[in-house]
């Protein structure tokens, strides 16, 4: 079987084109399978039936995995078996028919258009400030990851057209616009602000956002940024750089954006990640089918 995984990750690279945290995912996913398999002494992939499948998938539910987690492996093994299937020839997938278990869906966190103008009225017209204003601004304009900003260097700001370049993994790269505020927040900071955190050093990184010692940025420092301009605005909730990707998706479907560009507008790889959102444009599909319909 080890071989099969090879070749599996190889075709999963160069023909499904997968993000590198995607392959990664897959790999580890039918690794761990194959370590169960050698556990039960099943050496040959082939003389794998639907009784091992389901035998591991209740192995992981007694070991408290969730049942997001449980579904991601079982479609990695449906993904690899689909692969032996059409690639190497063989003769049945041991996943058909098998269920995936439901999954309880978490509450969305998420900010309304009101708590959202109120964060982004905190910062004032200080060095950090300019700065605060421009994250902020950016992260609810893009709905950017966390990781994603956090990465992003000058060269992947266009401020005379108004957008930012994601760079992706394989060469990709999602394009997406900025309003007015972002870019005007932007261009103040990136011309008023960002010199001064930079303090004359004698190699200039391309970080776009900038700490105190004129280095990138990090993650847990774009969380400290947003936690302390939300206690500023009195917001009642947990805020965190996903609370900001949300309130940019529901907004968007609340004002009629469809899926499919909100999917590639948030990275997602499957469409089924974005129906998340799918709930916060029933109120507009009502309201477009109360103004248009003869007999509404």
Sequence with gaps: MESCLAEFRGYLAEKKSLAKNSLLAYGRDVQD???????????????????????????????????ATINRKL??????????????????????????????????????????EKLLTIP??????????????VLYASGMRVSEIAGADLSNINLRIGFIMIEEDFGKARVIPLG?????????????????????KEHETQALFLNYNGERLTRQG????????????????????????????VHMMQNGADLKTLQ?????EDLTATQIYLSFSKNRIKDVYDNTHPRA
Excluded: C
């Design 124 to 137: 004032d017209d200080s060095v950090k400030g300019r700065r605060d204003k421009a994250l902020l601004e």
């Design 222 to 249: 774009i969380w400290k940024i947003i936690k302390e301009n939300a206690k500023a605005a009195n917001i009642d909730m947990k805020i965190t750089p996903q609370t900001l990707r949300n309130s940019f998706a």
């Design 75 to 116: 479609a990695s093994l449906r993904a690899f078996f689909q692969y032996l299937k059409s690639d190497k020839g063989f003769s049945q997938d041991p996943t058909e028919g098998i269920r995936s278990p439901k999954i309880e869906r978490r509450k969305l966190e998420y900010l309304t258009v009101e708590e959202v």
């Design 264 to 268: 590639e507008l948030l990275g997602h």
């Design 33 to 67: 399978f194959h370590v169960f398999l050698q556990e039960k002494d099943i050496t040959n992939v082939r003389d794998v039936t639907k009784t091992e499948i389901v035998s591991y998938l209740l192995s992981l539910k007694n070991q408290g995995k969730s049942s």
């Design 180 to 200: 007015r505020p972002a870019r005007a927040a932007l261009e103040s900071y990136i011309y008023e602000s960002r010199p001064s955190l930079l303090r004359n």
